[in-house]
């Protein structure tokens, strides 16, 4: 167990829909990522917050936004759903948020857009 | 712009074989950091070793092994004599300590991954 806990873990929805997908980080850490990993593209980075602000953003479309909040949760929201975003979302959390922190991985929400 | 790539898309082997799994970069920087995670069948991804660039030794961590060469800029992981416990998606992955402008930030670059199957 990581200590990084996502919900919900399997989340079924219909194209053109709205899904919030939570993340609270390991306690003490600071930054929050997301990453989508799907058959065609792999694991790829999505966004990084660092204390409630963004700090880096990678290829996340702009249906797709996030926010870390005071209490170091953060939630990846994903709207006009299309089949194409069928994937597996990772949430990971570090202490710092720099290029030399690991990175604990949740252990992910299954998204199923029908 | 970084690059990892995991040439090996599926590995086979039986319980008890020694096994290499290989994971070439690409980087600009010179301080970046390797990772390596496992996923198995459950889905989650776990970390296993972290190494800086500046770190050329190698590591050895029960049946698993680390070789790091930055002249190939190859980072290799071993296990040795494979169990079927061992089955699972294998993933390298490179960050890299600061970007163009001087911040840093963690995004991890993943390659593909290498499907381990462990037959008993």
């Known amino acids: 167990d990581s200590g990084v806990t996502q919900t919900p873990k399997h989340l079924i929805t219909a194209t053109g829909q709205r899904v919030t997908l939570r993340c609270s980080p390991r306690?003490?850490?600071?930054?929050v990522y997301w990453y989508q990993q799907s058959l065609d593209q792999g694991l790829q980075f999505l966004i990084q917050?660092?204390?409630?602000?963004?700090?880096a953003k990678g290829n996340i479309l702009e249906r797709f936004s996030a926010q870390q909040f005071p209490d170091l949760h953060s939630e990846l929201n994903l709207s006009s759903l299309e089949l194409g975003d069928s994937a597996l979302y990772f949430c990971?959390?570090?202490?710092?948020?720099?290029?030399?922190?690991?990175?604990?991985f949740g252990p992910g929400t299954r998204l199923t857009v029908l | 712009a970084q690059k990892v790539t995991q040439a090996q898309t599926e590995i086979s082997v039986v319980e008890k074989e020694d096994v290499t799994l290989d994971c070439v970069y690409e980087t600009r920087d010179t301080t970046y950091y390797l990772f390596w995670y496992k996923q198995p069948p459950s889905g989650e991804l776990v970390f296993l070793i972290r190494r800086n660039s500046f770190d050329e030794q190698n590591e050895i961590s029960g049946r698993y092994s680390w070789n790091f060469q930055k002249s190939t800029s190859s980072f290799n992981f071993t296990i040795t004599a494979s169990q079927v416990v061992d089955s699972a998606v294998y993933f390298c992955?490179?960050?890299?300590?600061?970007?163009?402008?001087?911040?840093?930030?963690?995004?991890?670059?993943f390659g593909q991954g290498t499907i381990l199957t462990v037959h008993p």
């Open positions: 917050y660092y204390n409630g602000e963004e700090r």
């Open positions: 990971a959390s570090s202490v710092a948020g720099g290029g030399t922190d690991t990175q604990y």
């Open positions: 992955a490179l960050s890299e300590a600061r970007d163009a402008g001087g911040t840093s930030y963690g995004k991890l670059t």
């Open positions: 306690s003490g850490d600071l930054s």
